[in-house]
């Protein structure tokens, strides 16, 4: 018999609507959250710029628009903007959002009303689009922000908006500063948008201002999980009576227990996944795994130098250098390490790290690789730029020790710094910390564990206030 209207519409899934910025570190966390909540039963719309949208439908072998793909007990589709051509470059990609986002975002709700999809809540994750819990306010929509860095790093900044720290000078290292649930830190341990250093002043601005309004998301959810970072998590209620409260759901991984759960991925350029096969081929716990994240880039005299070091080590290594940089690559190089180096646009990062043949990863500490190479249990040679990436470095190397720091890409350096963290004297405490910090982070996000938890008093809370 036919099911009459409003028992269907009773039965729908609610609704979940991600708008995500397209930067390649906040599609990963933003995907991998929609298909998690989409799993416990509702429907997830994952939303994004028309200047990406192709390739994240492509990568994840989704068309945009319609029902979708099943996911769990859930579904999770695809659509994208109308905003225009922002063109390159990510100053002018962030001016045109803050003219160009709310009207399109606008739209964008309205239409699933209409498509009677109505939306029952908004996961933005805000740095460079602050406006986008404004939009679903005006829209009567109910906001969640997804913070994809550190709850210490959310403190640094949340402190420094609110005029209750101020930073040591940048010249003087030996100046120390203290905030509640963290260790002492010196200038070179904040994120660098906040130093007057900084040249990315639009950047900051826009990181800033979303921290004026963030009390007043529904739910602020964090990728990072309680037991890595209980002591600031435990210190944060307390900075102001309106300080949000960060409900932790990572780490957000695709490999669970073993089980490769990357169907729907968001690679924003094509992975080279052959390397698994090279990476089948190498010994185990040989290879030096390098990669430096979707942004950062080093000088050509960095990569040459870096080039140098990898090869000197002697082991094999699988290094990341995305097109724009390969140019750099010092003449012959390629050759010249045949078989024993190889070098990639892009890697299956998850996968490489879970590899058996992985025995430590020269990062640049961007937050998702931070937590993937903690999930992995594989200690790290930490070599930060910018951001967040200086304190996530600090926290990899001092606070849980599963690693070593290395300064400047001189060839020496690059060579004793692998060293050190795959052989040297610490290499096996730093191994074993991995480990263990590797089993607390799959832990929290087996079922029942406390970021699966999360995720579903989540779940529930939406479904109840949209019931
Ligand atoms: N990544 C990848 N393949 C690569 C390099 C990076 O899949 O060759 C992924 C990595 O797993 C992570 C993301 O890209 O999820 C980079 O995010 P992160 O926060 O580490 O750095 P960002 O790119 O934002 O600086």
């Not at 010249?336 to 500490?365: K, N, Y």
Request: some cysteine; proline content about 9%.
């Amino acid at each position: 018999a036919a099911v009459p209207p409003a028992v269907a519409a009773a039965s729908a899934p609610p609704h979940l609507l991600l708008i995500c910025f397209p930067g390649q570190g906040h599609v990963n966390p933003m995907l991998r959250l929609a298909k998690r909540v989409a799993a416990k039963g509702l429907l997830v719309t994952f939303s994004s710029l028309a200047s990406v949208g192709a390739r994240l439908a492509a990568a994840a072998g989704v068309s945009a628009g319609g029902d979708g793909v099943p996911v769990g007990r859930g579904r999770v589709r695809f659509e994208f903007l109308e905003d225009g051509d922002p063109g390159p470059d990510l100053d002018d990609l962030m001016r045109h959002l803050e003219t160009a986002g709310p009207p399109a975002f606008a739209a964008l709700l309205r239409r699933q009303a209409e498509e009677d999809r109505p939306v029952a809540c908004v996961v933005a994750n805000n740095p460079f689009m602050p406006w986008a819990s404004d939009v679903a306010a005006g829209e009567g929509i109910p906001t969640a922000v997804l913070w994809v860095q550190s709850c210490a790093v959310f403190s640094l900044y949340y402190h420094h908006v609110h005029g209750l720290v101020e930073f040591p000078p940048e010249d003087d290292p030996g100046a120390r500063f203290k905030l509640p649930g963290l260790p002492e830190m010196s200038a070179a341990d904040v994120p660098s948008f906040l130093l007057p250093s900084n040249p990315l002043k639009l950047h900051a601005d826009a990181i800033i201002r979303q921290f004026r309004t963030i009390g007043r998301a529904s739910w602020v959810l964090v990728n990072s999980f309680a037991e890595l970072e209980a002591d600031v998590l435990a210190a944060l209620p307390g900075v102001t009576p309106r300080t949000p409260e960060l409900i932790t759901v990572g780490p957000l991984i695709e490999l669970h227990q073993g089980q490769e759960d990357d169907a729907m991925r968001g690679d924003l350029i094509k992975a080279a996944d052959d390397c698994v096969e090279w990476l089948d081929a190498q010994p185990p716990r040989s290879v030096v795994y390098a990669s430096m994240g979707s942004v950062v880039v080093l000088s050509p005299g960095e990569v040459a130098e870096m080039a140098h070091g990898l090869a000197s080590t002697g082991r094999p290594f699988l290094w990341v250098v995305r097109p724009d940089t390969q140019p750099h690559l010092p003449e012959g190089f390629l050759d010249s390490v045949s078989g024993r180096g190889a070098v990639v646009a892009w890697s299956p990062q998850e996968r490489v790290l879970a590899h058996p043949s992985t025995a430590c990863f020269l990062t640049h500490c961007g937050w998702n690789s931070t937590l993937e190479t903690v999930a992995a249990g594989v200690p790290v040679v930490a070599f930060p730029q910018w951001g967040d990436q200086c304190p996530d470095a600090r926290y990899l190397v001092e606070e849980l020790g599963m690693g070593v720091r290395l300064r400047g890409a001189r060839r020496e350096a690059v060579r004793e710094a692998v060293e050190a963290a795959v052989a040297g004297p610490r290499a096996g405490e730093m191994l074993a910390n991995a480990r263990r910090l590797s089993a607390a982070a799959r832990a929290a996000v087996a079922p029942g564990g406390s970021s699966d938890a999360h995720v579903q008093a989540f779940v529930d809370e939406v479904a109840r206030r949209s019931g």
